[in-house]
């Protein structure tokens, strides 16, 4: 933790990982866990291959 000049606390840095953080939400932990968890990888995969989408989409107009 640190002080802040208003002799607040803050975390200085939050190491935890990303499975830990989806746990819960604003108003506690709750059972969805492992879903949030699936969720949150299944948009990642989707926007990379989006981006790979894009891409080849580029490649082909300069090619033409």
């Keep these: 933790?640190?002080?802040l000049q208003d002799q607040s606390k803050k975390p200085?840095?939050?190491n935890i990982s990303l499975f830990d953080a989806m746990k819960g939400t604003r108003r506690g932990e709750d059972h969805w866990q492992a879903q949030r968890f699936l969720?949150?990888?299944i948009i990642m995969l989707g926007?990379?291959?989006v981006f790979l989408l894009f891409q080849?989409?580029?490649q082909k107009r300069t090619e033409a």
Aim: glycine share 6%.
């Design 1 to 3: 933790m640190r002080t």
């Design 56 to 58: 080849g989409l580029s």
């Design 47 to 49: 926007m990379h291959r």
């Design 39 to 41: 969720c949150s990888q």
């Design 12 to 14: 200085y840095e939050i």
